[in-house]
């Protein structure tokens, strides 16, 4: 977590095995309320980029990655976003 201009930021990594639901991930990054949000994740159909601005959600597929990454800047950082993002990891 970081705080500067204004502005927060936050952001988690997680290992490969950690796998998202695209659906509920999908439903996830819609609902997020914030400037920018840059994400990457593997999903159960596959690897995805994300790219937010406070109007729009951009998604492509992607080859491959490392690890699912997400960092979120916003005005102010909901303290549920964690628990948000952690439902959507398969099990």
Avoid: H
């Amino acid at each position: 977590m970081n705080e500067g201009e204004g502005f927060c930021s936050v952001g988690w990594r997680f290992s490969p095995d950690k796998v998202f639901n695209r659906e509920k991930l999908f439903l996830f990054l819609t609902g997020v309320l914030a400037e920018r949000i840059k994400a990457v994740f593997i999903t159960n159909v596959g690897v995805f980029g994300y790219n937010a601005t406070s109007d729009a959600l951009n998604e492509f597929a992607l080859d491959d990655c490392f690890e699912s990454r997400i960092e979120i800047i916003s005005e102010s950082i909901d303290d549920s976003l964690e628990i948000q993002l952690l439902e959507c990891i398969e099990l």
